[in-house]
């Protein structure tokens, strides 16, 4: 059974950082893109980064680009979300997701993922 289990989110304020985790069991990491997901009260789920299964490649959306960097460590079996320069826009629930496998392509979709994890909260304040 795949498990994908998030963790590091919290309280921050603005300006300040937060490393999120997510670390997976149940499926052969090193083969799946992975990609970070968030969903703010009362708006629809919206892609934040994603990165291929060798971590060559990696994309975000225009709003975290720059501020965000989304890595991985196959070894073990855990991606990354570095959060820097943190917005009051950018609270939401953050997820992670497992997607396509051995795609050199950059996935933004969330109906291209197949599994996810419950999700982690950031709450920035102004």
């Known amino acids: 059974q795949v498990h994908l289990v998030e963790s590091g989110g919290g309280l921050v304020q603005a300006g300040g950082s937060l490393r999120l985790s997510c670390a997976a069991s149940?499926?052969?990491?090193?083969?799946?893109?992975m990609g970070w997901f968030r969903q703010a009260p009362g708006r629809e789920r919206e892609f934040v980064a994603t990165?291929?299964?060798?971590?060559?490649?990696?994309y975000y959306a225009a709003s975290v680009k720059g501020r965000f960097i989304i890595s991985r460590d196959n070894a073990k079996a855990t991606v990354y979300l570095q959060m820097n320069s943190l917005e009051p826009e950018d609270t939401a629930v953050y997820s992670c997701?497992?997607?396509?496998?051995?795609?050199?392509?950059?996935?933004?979709?969330?109906?291209?993922?197949?599994?996810w994890g419950q999700g982690t909260q950031v709450t920035v304040s102004s």
């Open positions: 997701a497992a997607g396509p496998q051995y795609r050199f392509a950059v996935i933004t979709t969330s109906r291209e993922y197949n599994y």
């Open positions: 149940g499926l052969t990491f090193s083969i799946y893109t």
């Open positions: 990165i291929n299964f060798s971590g060559t490649s990696t």
